[in-house]
C-alpha cells in the first residue's frame, strides 16, 4: 500500500511563502490524479490544488493566483508552492489522490500563518 509523507510546513507571516513537499512510496503521484488537501481549525478536509498525469492543474478559488502545484515523477514527489499567505491558509495539509483514497492519508504538516 501506497505511502505518502508530508513536510514543509510552518510558522509563517503574511505575505510569505512555503514551499510543502509530498513524498510517495511507488510510483502512486505518476499514474493518479493527485491532490493537496487542507483542514483547517474547526473545519473539514478540502481539496485545494489538484494536478493530473499530464500536468494540468486547478486549484479552489481561495489560493488560485497564489498556490502552485507540481510534481516530480523521477522522485516521486508532489510540492506545492504558497505565495502570499494568509491566516485563513492556516491548517494541517495533506496529499492523496484526488479523490482520496481513505487508508493512505499522512499524519499531514501544520501550516500557522501569523503575525
Known amino acids: 500500500q501506497a505511502q505518502l509523507v508530508e513536510s514543509g510546513g510552518g510558522l509563517v507571516q503574511p505575505g510569505g511563502s512555503l514551499r510543502l513537499s509530498c513524498a510517495a512510496s511507488?510510483?502512486?503521484?505518476?499514474?493518479?490524479?493527485m491532490g493537496w488537501y487542507r483542514q483547517g481549525p474547526g473545519k473539514s478536509r478540502e481539496l485545494v490544488a489538484a494536478?493530473?498525469?499530464?500536468?494540468?492543474?486547478n486549484y479552489v478559488d481561495s489560493v488560485k493566483d497564489r498556490f502552485i502545484i507540481s510534481k516530480d515523477n523521477a522522485k516521486n514527489t508532489m510540492y506545492l508552492q504558497m505565495n502570499s499567505l494568509k491566516p485563513e491558509d492556516t491548517g494541517v495539509y495533506y496529499c492523496?489522490?484526488?479523490?482520496?483514497?481513505?487508508?493512505?492519508w499522512g499524519e499531514g504538516t501544520l501550516v500557522a500563518v501569523s503575525s
Open positions: 492523496n489522490t484526488n479523490p482520496p483514497v481513505p487508508t493512505i
Open positions: 511507488g510510483n502512486i503521484i505518476s499514474f493518479n490524479i
Open positions: 494536478i493530473t498525469r499530464d500536468h494540468s492543474t
